[in-house]
């Protein structure tokens, strides 16, 4: 199988067109780089040997970008076959043109060792036409070395730099773009994760005290609990609404002229189980609360809405699946007050009569409201026991961490 032969760029098909019809023009009109009345071995060459190098360095324009490796020893060789001839301008500045190519366009390690290479070479050039001549002329001859080779391979070496800078800016700012939106697409699912346990957590106490009492109103023929249970009905609902409207404000623009409804907080706990024992007293569930807080500074707001919200949730399960008897909740300050610890313990079994069905988002948003704020959760049956346990951090330091 035969290699590919690279193609030549449009670009530098021109470049290769105009070089070489400069240097035939050159040739035509006489104007060699020794002169007239050159002497030694420039005259046992013809006037013509000179154009080998040239359409040689020419050809070699085609491939300057496709294989400049292989483009710059040709075109070396080619000058230094150019000085047995009368010469050529036009082959030595084609020359300097695959120099600067080869750094440009060749490998990084190429980039790297041309300037280095050819500027040593200049210097040893120069030394030693210095040494040989011992005339201020000789220096001339390190001059155009530096102007053929090191010159051409420092400018293309600069003009790398640049680019590859530039490319470097230009995947920094890809990167910081692709970054920024990874952080707003995890910052929007963030949002709508938290509004999602909101939602759940403030609607479903209501909503399922509703479901067990609407239930229970179809299935027992009896006015008294009928009467009962649509008054429970109606309080859930009007609480429901109540909520609903305190989140729709919270999630307006605070220019809409919507007032703020404060936060729950642990305050409200007495009011929380007050509820539940309403909601419960058909389905022969007890709710007992036993805050042990002590007196002292208030955890941070983040941390009262989670317990808050925790005790509100296990409520709502307990309601929901919870077996006749009592439900206690506990929360307490421990280590120091440095830790708010939530617990809620509901009878565990089968459960007869009416019922409201359950997703499990009630405890996915439990554990990531814990788990947001560093805490941590369980839960889970332990015997006739259904236990919830919540560990949050009490310290406004801790949660800013």
Same mark, same amino acid.
């Given at each position: 199988?035969?290699?590919?032969?690279?193609?030549?760029?449009?670009?530098?098909?021109?470049?290769? +067109?105009?070089?070489?019809? *400069?240097?035939?023009?050159?040739?035509?009109?006489?104007?060699?780089?020794?002169? /007239?009345?050159?002497? !030694?071995?420039?005259?046992?060459?013809?006037?013509?040997?000179?154009?080998?190098?040239?359409?040689?360095?020419?050809?070699?324009?085609?491939?300057?970008?496709?294989? /400049?490796?292989?483009?710059?020893?040709? !075109?070396?060789?080619?000058?230094? *076959?150019?000085?047995?001839?009368?010469?050529?301008?036009?082959?030595?500045?084609?020359?300097?043109?695959? +120099?600067?190519?080869?750094?440009?366009? !060749?490998?990084?390690?190429?980039?790297?060792?041309?300037?280095?290479?050819?500027?040593?070479?200049?210097?040893?050039?120069?030394?030693?036409?210095?040494?040989?001549?011992?005339? &201020?002329?000789?220096?001339?001859?390190?001059?155009? @070395?530096?102007?053929?080779?090191? *010159?051409?391979?420092?400018?293309?070496?600069?003009?790398?730099?640049?680019?590859?800078?530039?490319?470097?800016?230009?995947?920094?700012?890809?990167?910081?773009?692709?970054?920024?939106? +990874?952080?707003? @697409?995890?910052?929007? *699912?963030?949002?709508?994760?938290?509004?999602?346990?909101?939602?759940?957590?403030?609607?479903?106490?209501?909503?399922?005290?509703?479901?067990?009492?609407?239930?229970?109103?179809?299935?027992?023929?009896?006015?008294?609990?009928?009467?009962?249970?649509?008054?429970?009905?109606?309080?859930? #609902?009007?609480?429901?609404?109540?909520? +609903?409207?305190?989140?729709?404000?919270?999630?307006?623009?605070?220019?809409?002229?919507?007032?703020?409804?404060?936060?729950?907080?642990?305050?409200?706990?007495?009011?929380?189980?007050?509820?539940?024992?309403?909601?419960?007293? #058909?389905?022969?569930?007890?709710?007992?609360?036993?805050?042990?807080?002590?007196?002292?500074?208030?955890?941070?707001?983040?941390?009262? %809405?989670?317990?808050?919200?925790?005790?509100?949730?296990?409520?709502?399960?307990?309601?929901?699946? $919870? @077996?006749?008897?009592?439900?206690?909740?506990?929360?307490?300050?421990?280590?120091?007050?440095?830790?708010?610890?939530?617990?809620?313990? #509901? &009878?565990?079994?089968?459960?007869?009569?009416?019922?409201?069905?359950?997703?499990?988002?009630?405890?996915?948003?439990?554990?990531?409201?814990?788990?947001?704020?560093?805490?941590?959760? @369980?839960?889970?049956? $332990?015997?006739?026991?259904?236990?919830?346990?919540?560990? %949050?951090?009490?310290?406004?330091?801790?949660?800013?961490?």
């Amino acid at each position: 199988m035969t290699p590919e032969i690279p193609r030549p760029r449009r670009d530098d098909a021109l470049i290769a +067109m105009i070089s070489t019809l *400069a240097g035939l023009l050159l040739w035509s009109l006489g104007v060699h780089s020794t002169g /007239p009345g050159g002497t !030694g071995y420039r005259h046992q060459l013809p006037d013509w040997a000179a154009l080998v190098p040239l359409l040689t360095a020419g050809g070699m324009e085609l491939l300057r970008r496709t294989v /400049p490796n292989v483009t710059l020893v040709v !075109g070396a060789l080619a000058v230094v *076959a150019d000085q047995f001839t009368v010469g050529s301008i036009a082959t030595v500045v084609m020359f300097t043109d695959l +120099m600067y190519a080869a750094v440009v366009y !060749g490998t990084p390690a190429m980039a790297r060792r041309l300037p280095v290479g050819t500027g040593l070479i200049t210097v040893v050039v120069t030394i030693a036409a210095v040494a040989l001549l011992r005339t &201020p002329q000789a220096l001339l001859i390190g001059v155009l @070395t530096g102007i053929v080779s090191f *010159a051409p391979a420092l400018t293309g070496a600069t003009l790398r730099n640049h680019r590859e800078a530039a490319e470097a800016a230009r995947l920094r700012a890809e990167q910081t773009a692709l970054l920024a939106e +990874m952080d707003r @697409t995890q910052a929007v *699912a963030g949002e709508r994760a938290r509004m999602a346990r909101e939602l759940h957590d403030m609607v479903a106490n209501h909503l399922s005290a509703i479901a067990i009492h609407s239930t229970a109103a179809l299935s027992i023929d009896s006015p008294a609990t009928s009467r009962e249970a649509l008054g429970v009905i109606r309080e859930n #609902s009007v609480q429901g609404l109540a909520e +609903m409207r305190r989140l729709i404000g919270l999630l307006r623009d605070a220019g809409a002229g919507q007032e703020a409804v404060a936060v729950p907080s642990l305050d409200g706990l007495e009011a929380l189980v007050g509820q539940a024992r309403t909601n419960g007293a #058909s389905s022969g569930l007890d709710f007992v609360l036993d805050d042990t807080r002590a007196d002292g500074p208030a955890p941070p707001a983040p941390v009262e %809405l989670a317990a808050y919200r925790i005790v509100q949730e296990s409520l709502t399960n307990a309601l929901k699946h $919870a @077996t006749p008897g009592t439900v206690a909740i506990r929360v307490a300050h421990e280590d120091g007050g440095t830790l708010l610890t939530v617990g809620v313990d #509901s &009878p565990y079994g089968d459960r007869s009569g009416p019922r409201a069905p359950g997703s499990g988002a009630g405890l996915i948003g439990m554990r990531e409201r814990t788990e947001l704020l560093g805490g941590t959760f @369980t839960a889970g049956p $332990a015997g006739p026991v259904w236990q919830v346990r919540a560990a %949050l951090p009490a310290e406004e330091k801790a949660v800013r961490e």
